[in-house]
């Protein structure tokens, strides 16, 4: 029996597979030139962007598209598929990869020194890149943990790509020792609801489980998965490993972790929640409920101690993984329907604000070389752009006007808890938003505050590709303020 493969499907991660292949090509045999950084950088975008026009072809031709099946003769009527794409996968495809978009124009902007290895910079990227376009269509456990691994494995890689840099090295090291973990103990989880339904597909998992009176050990499996996907995330108690890591990792590789790797990881989780495991919510809805009350308090609490503008914004991803969380505690019950869209929109509202305020950073980490927050006071007397981009993000995180984008966010969140029931929930994520708004108010302050004397960025001339990488993040920002609506129907999943 054979099978047949719909390339249009699976279009999108195969042109960034195709792209990352031509990437090494050319780097081994183009001249060692400053100008091929430039240029291996335009053919990784050109691929981003041709996978995106794939994405967007899709979603203009309407229905699901599925492949990698079941054939009929074994799989009835309408048998299970490996990979499908539907409304949920192009909405995180159509993120992850407007996502790095902005972060090959930050990586040119890194690059441009020479001491990073441009090819195997681009390749690493786009490998991780292709799971992450992968892992929202996978459809059974199998290639849901390998396109989960294809997404973590290039990142140690690319954070330790900084040759010589002890802060790299370490940070590294961390993110391997913390990523193999989590894969052990999240295999160990999906092997038990294998061992107990005796099918990989999610559906297939949906149908054995449905009605069953809960049993230990399929609570035990879904308790590990729930783990497993909680040091991707970064929820508590599987956070502690953030702050160093970011800050160890080159500013463009810690906003890939911020962004395609978080979106990557509430990918998985909620496929394998809502998708596998709807019928057993009472045992999974309330561990999501306190993790997600949990990280959003640490977050905040631990960054409003932080100096360094890096750390800061990892506790603050920290602590915007628990919103993100709270909507699903409560996606299992009927009367919260729209608690996954409301993750999502977060979740995309979120990469737009947190990739602008990235990209500032970056620019400023040129001249600063610890970055702290007081490296920022005057920025925008110094240099007006990047000031004002700056402080709209950090007011958009915060939930405040003019970044009314981050408020809608919060209002989509916190409708989907308290339809669903869970109104202490929401009691603890309007204390931890009032936790925020110090921090995020703090540092947008120094922004216009006279420093005592420093040279303005202009005289650094940075990299032309920081500039379109800002505009573009603050630019999707502001529309999504203008235009929250335009979110909502995205994620109407």
């Not at 999502?344 to 620019?363: E, S």
Request: proline share 6%; aromatic share 8%.
């Amino acid at each position: 029996m054979s099978q047949q493969i719909d390339y249009f499907a699976i279009a999108p991660p195969l042109v960034l597979a195709v792209t990352a292949a031509l990437v090494l090509l050319l780097d081994a045999f183009l001249p060692r030139r400053p100008g091929t950084r430039t240029a291996l950088g335009l053919v990784t975008l050109a691929g981003v962007l041709a996978s995106l026009g794939f994405v967007l072809a899709q979603a203009g031709a309407g229905g699901e598209l599925r492949t990698f099946c079941v054939p009929p003769a074994l799989g009835g009527a309408r048998p299970p598929c490996s990979f499908v794409v539907d409304g949920f996968t192009l909405v995180l495809a159509g993120l992850v990869l407007a996502a790095a978009v902005v972060i090959v124009l930050m990586s040119m902007t890194e690059l441009a020194g020479g001491t990073v290895p441009a090819g195997e910079w681009y390749f690493l990227l786009l490998c991780t890149l292709v799971g992450a376009v992968t892992l929202p269509a996978s459809r059974d456990l199998v290639m849901l943990l390998v396109a989960l691994e294809l997404v973590s494995l290039p990142v140690f890689a690319l954070t330790a790509l900084k040759r010589y840099d002890g802060r790299a090295s370490e940070a590294a090291v961390k993110l391997f020792v913390v990523s193999v973990v989590s894969t052990a103990v999240m295999l160990f989880g999906l092997s038990l609801l294998y061992g107990m339904t005796g099918t990989v597909h999610l559906s297939g998992l949906a149908a054995a489980l449905a009605g069953r009176a809960p049993i230990p050990v399929v609570a035990v499996g879904v308790v590990l998965v729930v783990a497993g996907f909680g040091f991707k995330v970064a929820a508590v108690p599987f956070h502690a490993w953030a702050a160093d890591v970011y800050q160890g990792a080159p500013v463009p590789v810690a906003a890939l972790l911020s962004v395609v790797s978080k979106a990557s990881g509430f990918a998985g989780l909620i496929l394998v929640l809502v998708t596998a495991l709807p019928g057993q919510h009472a045992t999974w809805g309330p561990i999501v409920a306190v993790v997600s009350a949990l990280t959003m308090t640490a977050g905040n609490l631990l960054a409003l101690r932080q100096r360094s503008a890096v750390r800061l914004l990892a506790w603050s991803s920290v602590a915007q993984s628990g919103y993100i969380l709270a909507p699903l505690a409560v996606a299992g019950t009927a009367a919260a329907p729209g608690a996954v869209g409301a993750s999502v929109a977060y979740l995309v509202i979120y990469a737009a604000m947190n990739l602008g305020a990235f990209t500032v950073v970056l620019l400023v980490s040129r001249t600063a070389e610890r970055n702290d927050l007081d490296d920022y006071r005057g920025l925008a007397l110094r240099s007006p752009a990047a000031g004002i981009a700056l402080a709209f993000c950090l007011v958009c995180l915060a939930g405040l006007p003019p970044g009314l984008a981050g408020l809608f966010a919060k209002v989509f969140v916190f409708r989907a808890i308290v339809e669903g029931g869970a109104g202490w929930l929401a009691l603890v994520m309007a204390v931890n938003t009032v936790i925020g708004l110090y921090y995020y108010a703090l540092w947008a302050a120094r922004l216009f505050t006279p420093a005592a004397a420093a040279r303005p960025l202009a005289a650094h001339r940075p990299p032309p590709a920081v500039w379109p990488a800002m505009g573009l993040a603050v630019a999707v920002a502001i529309a999504f303020s203008l235009a929250p609506q335009l979110v909502l129907d995205m994620t109407s999943l």
